[in-house]
């Protein structure tokens, strides 16, 4: 059970400070303490090997990484659902992508294996990994599923 005075801590999108506030405050549109930008963006958030990190291990919310590369043709038509569903999620999720052609030791420390992998974490443990590219609902579907398995 969560109360509602409970703590919760987010990375920034923007400048990486991890912020805390009231679990109450999640639907109050919070902003960051430090660069007073907005915490939900309605966008993936792209990080490097250091970002990943940061928002593994001291996100409140889960995480879903999209580990992609500029070359691969089937990550490239997958973004725009991705984006989709980074504006649909609100603050219920963190949506992060890694581009594993600027951070090729991510693809080794995580073991990806090919591209688009899908990686879902909460509390910085890894619930649920998906490859390859997906259409929005099915997308959507996978994410409850392992938030409810797990
Ligand atoms: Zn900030």
């Known amino acids: 059970m969560k109360n509602i005075d409970d703590k919760i801590r987010l990375v920034c999108g923007q400048c990486n400070t991890v912020n805390q506030f009231p679990a109450s405050r999640l639907d109050e549109t919070p902003i960051c303490a430090q660069c007073k930008e907005k915490l939900f963006q309605g966008v993936p958030i792209n990080v490097n090997a250091e970002g990943l990190a940061r928002h593994l291990r001291h996100s409140g919310l889960p995480v879903l990484v999209d580990f992609w590369a500029p070359w691969c043709g089937p990550c490239i038509q997958f973004a725009p659902a991705y984006e989709k569903f980074a504006s649909l999620v609100g603050n219920q999720l963190r949506l992060l992508k890694v581009d594993t052609q600027q951070n090729q030791q991510v693809s080794v420390d995580f073991n990806i294996r090919s591209i688009p992998t899908l990686a879902?974490?909460?509390?910085?443990?890894?619930?649920?990994?998906?490859?390859g590219a997906?259409?929005?609902?099915?997308?959507?579907?996978?994410?409850?599923?392992?938030?409810?398995?797990?």
């Open 120 to 131: 879902l974490f909460r509390g910085g443990r890894e619930i649920g990994r998906l490859s």
């Open 134 to 150: 997906l259409p929005l609902p099915q997308l959507q579907q996978w994410v409850i599923e392992q938030l409810t398995n797990n």
